[in-house]
């Protein structure tokens, strides 16, 4: 099993580009999600999926969509990059009935 | 408000030596307490979970306890290689998982 992988592994843009963030897991795992990570701050969420087609906002949602068209793949697109959202993004992913989730190496983008 | 706190920020121990790391908690409908260790550059790596108080679970020089307020992730006579950012999550009603900031922890050879 690869567990959880993420692409790129950095990526830069400048301020109004857009941009997709990939995951993928091949655990067969229902529930996916995104978090972003900033210095001084713990793991905040974005955006999750309890399945293939059902998708939710989380604490941080503004300037990001997804979509869950299969159970592997739950893609975070930035629509208009701001330098705000300069950060480390993290995929994670969990099985409905356990509460153990397991992330993916991350994606270091910069917005300039 | 719901709130993970973890302290200290940082630690520096030398090779050997014993501590522990605090993580404490204001949650509504505790479902889950969760450690991860994170190495510089990598995702979270799962450590363990523990449900409820007077738990307690272990994993080589790795320890963590529960008590209805807060744990602890003991670790005993500490290497090198155990040096990481150690992070504290819990799981609260409506699946919403809450982080702590990590604590830096530094061991000497």
């Known amino acids: 099993n690869a567990g959880v992988t993420q692409t790129p592994k950095f990526q830069v843009l400048k301020t109004g580009q857009s941009m997709t963030l990939q995951c993928a897991q091949d655990m067969n795992h229902e529930y996916m999600s995104w978090y972003r990570q900033d210095p001084g701050m713990g793991l905040r969420l974005i955006h999750y999926s309890v399945g293939a087609g059902i998708t939710d906002q989380g604490e941080v949602p503004n300037g990001y969509n997804v979509s869950r068209s299969t159970t592997e793949d739950f893609p975070l697109r930035l629509l208009s990059a701001a330098p705000s959202q300069t950060s480390v993004y993290f995929c994670a992913s969990r099985l409905a009935g356990g509460n153990e989730q397991f992330f993916g190496p991350g994606t270091r983008l910069t917005v300039l | 408000e719901d709130q993970v706190t973890q302290s200290p920020e940082a630690l520096r121990l030398q090779e050997g030596e014993s501590s522990s790391l605090n993580c404490s908690y204001t949650?509504?409908?505790?479902?889950?307490l969760f450690w991860y260790r994170q190495d510089p550059g990598k995702g979270p790596e799962f450590l363990f979970t523990l449900y409820s108080a007077g738990e307690e679970k272990e994993k080589e020089r790795l320890k963590a306890t529960l008590t209805k307020k807060e744990s602890f992730l003991h670790i005993t006579a500490p290497k090198p290689e155990d040096s990481a950012t150690y992070l504290c999550?819990?799981?609260?009603?409506?699946?919403?998982?809450?982080f702590g900031t990590g604590t830096r922890l530094k061991v000497l050879a």
């Open positions: 999550a819990v799981l609260r009603a409506r699946d919403k998982y809450i």
């Open positions: 949650v509504s409908g505790l479902r889950g």
